[in-house]
């Protein structure tokens, strides 16, 4: 099998292997969810109740509001209002659409495969004389690369919380811990030459 074919194979696999590890992580696990505080009812009828009559298109929303220019007043305002709080960011999700549509589903299956593909291109650029768990290390390696790229950052500046964080890091982990075995699995190496 031709390396380009054992490159695009390895990223379907490693997608899919990601996709149901995630749904795994969620469904058995609770990580993630279990990180996500829901509001008293009395407190989410009153915020959502609210939150309508605003009519606030989806966004992401910083309170309280930035600075609206670099003088010192407005620098001093948002410093002070931040540090008095509540302080913090909202997500408007758009009004009338499901909890989690087919259209969710697909987009983060087709995400995690093209995040495979590119795991797997790399990998296959340094794969020739590694061994298999060298090239799974190499995945995973590439995994936490980008948690602590993205998702640590979340929690530095955009505070959110560390049980949060922390579980994402466990899922990053665990799903790529399965998904570069396959990858590893279907990219030549230095056992191969041996054979």
């Known amino acids: 099998m031709s390396l380009p074919i054992r490159i695009l194979l390895a990223g379907i696999v490693g997608g899919i292997l990601v996709f149901f590890m995630g749904f795994f992580e969620h469904a058995a696990l609770n990580w993630g ?3 996500i ?6 407190q989410d009828t009153a915020v959502r109740g609210f939150l309508g009559e605003q009519k606030l298109p989806p966004d992401i929303y910083v ?3 930035m600075t609206e220019d670099d003088s010192p007043a407005e620098t001093k305002r948002l410093a002070d209002e ?3 709080g509540p302080s913090g960011f909202l997500i408007m999700a758009p009004s009338g659409e499901e909890v989690m549509p087919p259209k969710t589903l697909i987009l983060e299956l087709i995400s995690n495969i093209v995040a495979a ?3 797997a291109w790399i990998v296959s650029l340094i794969a020739a004389e590694k061994t298999f768990l060298w090239r799974w290390k ?6 936490i690369f980008g948690w602590v790229s993205l998702v640590a950052s979340y ?12 579980d994402d890091l466990l899922c990053t982990i665990l799903e790529w811990s399965v998904a570069g075995a396959a990858i590893a699995a279907f990219l030549p190496g230095k056992e191969k030459k041996k054979a």
């Not at 190499?138 to 995994?143: C, D, E, K, R």
């Open 33 to 35: 969810g279990r990180t």
């Open 37 to 42: 505080t829901s509001l008293p009812k009395t």
């Open 63 to 65: 309170f309280p509001r």
């Open 82 to 84: 931040w540090k008095a």
């Open 117 to 119: 593909w590119i795991a």
């Open 138 to 143: 190499v995945v995973v390696l590439i995994a």
């Open 155 to 166: 929690g530095i500046w955009y505070h959110f919380p560390w049980p949060f964080i922390r």
